[in-house]
């Protein structure tokens, strides 16, 4: 098996409550990694619980969103979640992906399952998202996936990037 090589029968993706032990160790990994890039040093679970305090997650939860798990083999190696905007909207957030499942097709079995959600669970038209500038990756896994950049859409302080697609 290649890096690249992922059967699709060990790679599944579900939705899990936000406050799952699963959830919460891959929402403080998805953290650790964003803080240590933007500030290009390491960080420390004190870090990580701050940033969570102020970017809280709950509300990923129906009816105003849902977050799913990536799981190989059984291990929980990717998140993402959906947040109802308004009655025709979502936004796709907390993206991540661990190292030893990159590339290897996760992220976008997550945004293939992110969208089904979207479109049949709440009935969303359109799904947004946002990003960084120096997170170079998901710029071009989002545009891969059909994504385009609009213009800002939310006044989140560390977004340089918007996104958006049309749900059939």
């Known amino acids: 098996m290649t890096t690249n090589d992922l059967c699709p029968a060990v790679c599944t993706t579900a939705p899990v409550p936000v406050?799952?032990?699963?959830?919460?160790?891959?929402?403080?990994?998805?953290?650790?990694?964003?803080?240590?890039?933007?500030?290009?040093?390491?960080?420390?679970?004190?870090?990580?619980s701050e940033v969570i305090g102020e970017e809280p997650s709950d509300d990923l939860v129906p009816p105003t969103g849902i977050f799913l798990v990536a799981r190989t083999d059984g291990a929980p190696v990717g998140c993402l979640g959906v947040r109802v905007l308004d009655s025709d909207t979502v936004e796709l957030t907390r993206?991540?992906?661990?190292?030893?499942?990159?590339?290897?097709?996760?992220?976008?079995?997550?945004?293939a399952a992110a969208e089904g959600f979207a479109r049949d669970t709440f009935c969303a038209r359109v799904i947004r998202l946002d990003t960084r500038a120096d997170l170079v990756e998901a710029r071009a896994l989002y545009a891969r996936h059909g994504y385009r950049e609009i213009a800002r859409y939310n006044d989140s302080p560390y977004a340089d990037h918007w996104f958006e697609k049309a749900l059939d």
């Not at 190292?99 to 997550?110: I, K, M, S, T, Y």
């Open 19 to 48: 406050s799952h032990p699963d959830a919460v160790t891959l929402i403080r990994r998805y953290y650790a990694e964003l803080i240590s890039r933007y500030y290009g040093r390491p960080t420390d679970d004190a870090e990580i």
């Open 95 to 111: 993206m991540f992906v661990g190292p030893e499942a990159r590339r290897r097709g996760v992220a976008g079995r997550l945004i």
